[in-house]
């Protein structure tokens, strides 16, 4: 069982700024082995990549939306993944996922941010941007 806890959603104003954190499966053996992902789901709409990470090389993988705005980093030794969201708009509102899968490395970009693909899931936590 692969256990994902998101934190650091709230309330901003468009312009700001916010940093999710997912506490990643343990042990760190068992972090390495997946790949991490960023996924958001406005309610009534269908869950969207946002941005993904290999945990062995560092290779990341960003949604166009979010290109320029959005860094994906990890700290592999705390088992820990962050989403940094800068410049952010009114439409970046929505719950946010922390997702896990044992995905070919590299993977290609489909599968990296193919929500489908992705078996384990945290409980999500929501972001406000207001305008």
């Known amino acids: 069982q692969v256990r994902l806890v998101e934190s650091g959603g709230g309330s901003v104003q468009a312009g700001g700024s916010l940093r999710l954190s997912c506490a990643g499966p343990a042990p760190r053996s068992t972090y390495n082995r997946h790949s991490m992902g960023w996924f958001r789901q406005v309610p009534g709409t269908e869950r969207e990549a946002v941005a993904s990470i290999e945990t062995g090389s560092g290779s990341t993988y960003f949604a166009d939306s979010v290109k320029g705005r959005f860094t994906v980093s990890q700290d592999s030794a705390k088992k820990t993944l962050y989403l940094q969201m800068n410049s952010l708009k009114p439409e970046d509102t929505a719950i946010y996922y922390c997702?896990?899968?044992?995905?070919?490395?590299?993977?290609?970009?489909?599968?990296?941010?193919?929500?489908?693909?992705?078996?384990?899931w945290g409980q999500g936590t929501q972001v406000t941007v207001s305008s």
């Open positions: 997702a896990a899968a044992i995905l070919p490395r590299p993977a290609p970009v489909s599968m990296a941010l193919g929500a489908t693909w992705y078996n384990y």
